[in-house]
């Protein structure tokens, strides 16, 4: 079945530690995306990518880092830099970047928490 | 800056019966899409029903439909027949040319048995 895989489920991060989340998509979709998902708001945006080996900050990049080697793959660092990491964070993906009656699909997300 | 509102934190409905859970946006630019997603306690993301803003006709899906009100900026999500599977958090999220999804803060749907 085509889909989006995030891994691990949940993550612990130490202080000053960088941590990186994997996002893998078998849905051949061009465009991948990263948000932040906080207690009592909807989603933000971090990073996005429309085609492999370019990237856009979104509204909360700082602190983040992300890499798009391959289209199938869209993994986000968490640096020591951004110093309040504790969320849920979901990746998503949709066919085209600019094909906006597309629904973004997501993956089951990745809850980081820190020792 | 497009921003989307959805005034209602908490909403409850008893099981069969109709709810409406409300969202407002504000945008300048004339095409856009907007959509329902569901997140379950297993916190996935699924989309509910979509709507094209240059189409009249409400969306509808089973039992979800959508009242677009495109001059007053709402888009509100009807769920008739209410079962306790459609106990989640509701987005609400628009999406124009080029442009990222921007979301609601949600709404967290109680279905009473």
């Known amino acids: 079945d085509g889909g989006i895989t995030q891994s691990p489920k949940y993550l612990f991060r130490k202080e000053g530690q960088n941590v990186t989340l994997s996002c893998e998509q078998n849905l051949n979709h061009d465009a991948m995306y990263w948000y932040r998902q906080d207690p009592g708001q909807g989603l933000r945006l971090i990073y996005y990518?429309?085609?492999?080996?370019?990237?856009q900050k979104g509204d909360i990049a700082e602190g983040y880092s992300v890499s798009r080697e391959k289209k199938e793959s869209f993994p986000l660092t968490v640096t020591s830099a951004q110093k309040n990491p504790t969320a849920f964070y979901l990746c998503?993906?949709?066919?085209?970047?600019?094909?906006?009656?597309?629904?973004?699909?997501f993956g089951d997300g990745t809850r980081l928490s820190i020792l | 800056a497009q921003t989307v509102t959805q005034s209602q934190p908490e909403m409850s409905v008893q099981e069969a019966e109709t709810v409406t859970l409300s969202c407002t946006y504000d945008?300048?630019?004339?095409?856009?899409?907007l959509f329902w997603y569901k997140q379950p306690p297993s916190r996935q993301m699924i989309l509910v029903i979509r709507?094209?803003?240059?189409?009249?006709q409400n969306a509808t899906e089973n039992r979800f439909s959508v009242n677009f009100q495109k001059a007053a900026k709402s888009f509100s999500l009807k769920i008739s027949d209410s079962q306790l599977g459609d106990a989640a958090m509701y987005f609400c999220a628009y999406r124009s040319a080029g442009l990222d999804m921007r979301f609601g803060a949600g709404t967290r749907l109680t279905v009473k048995p």
């Open positions: 990518s429309q085609i492999v080996n370019d990237f």
């Open positions: 945008t300048s630019e004339s095409d856009y899409y």
């Open positions: 998503a993906s949709s066919p085209r970047a600019t094909g906006e009656n597309q629904p973004q699909h």
């Open positions: 709507q094209e803003a240059y189409k009249q």
